[in-house]
């Protein structure tokens, strides 16, 4: 018995864009990780690269459930003793909307090379309005 492994065709990834109005971080993030990595595609392999592009638009507008606007926080570290910062979800989506939902994929995806090279794959804007329509992508819907 071989082992069959697809090859991977650069030249045709998709492109999808991704509406977060009124989506729930969570869920979001889960659709386009398991998009990027390719895992809604029937030749899925852990160790390829074999997913597609994901546009995401309005990120402002995405909804997080409870009382994470306010309680929910992100640290970040300098490397300098005292350097830890902590910003709340409601700071960085009055400045930096397309954070949340990065970060939000970023911890969904492998930490490793490959991890590094799906992220650059994703393309978060705040507005409804995105440069990459010359790709022709296709709408898929977040929420389920």
């Known amino acids: 018995m071989k082992t069959h492994l697809?090859?991977?065709?650069?030249q045709r990834r998709a492109w999808h864009?991704?509406?977060?109005?009124d989506v729930v971080l969570g869920r979001l993030a889960a659709k386009v990780a398991?998009?990027?990595r390719?895992?809604?595609k029937p030749t899925f392999t852990p160790h390829l690269d074999a997913g597609d592009f994901v546009v995401v638009i309005n990120a402002e507008k995405v909804k997080l459930t409870g009382n994470k606007d306010v309680q929910k926080?992100?640290?970040s570290y300098s490397g300098w003793r005292s350097g830890d910062k902590y910003r709340s979800v409601k700071d960085v989506r009055a400045n930096h909307?397309?954070?949340i939902i990065t970060h939000a994929v970023k911890g969904m995806i492998p930490k490793?090379?490959?991890g590094k090279r799906l992220l650059t794959k994703l393309k978060v804007y705040a507005g409804p309005s995105h440069p990459h329509s010359a790709q022709n992508p296709t709408?898929?819907?977040?929420?389920?």
């Open 6 to 10: 697809p090859k991977v065709d650069i």
């Open 17 to 21: 864009v991704i509406d977060a109005e």
């Open 34 to 36: 398991d998009v990027l």
């Open 38 to 40: 390719g895992k809604n």
């Open 73 to 75: 926080t992100y640290m």
């Open 97 to 99: 909307p397309d954070r």
């Open 112 to 114: 490793n090379r490959l």
């Open 139 to 144: 709408t898929l819907s977040a929420g389920a």
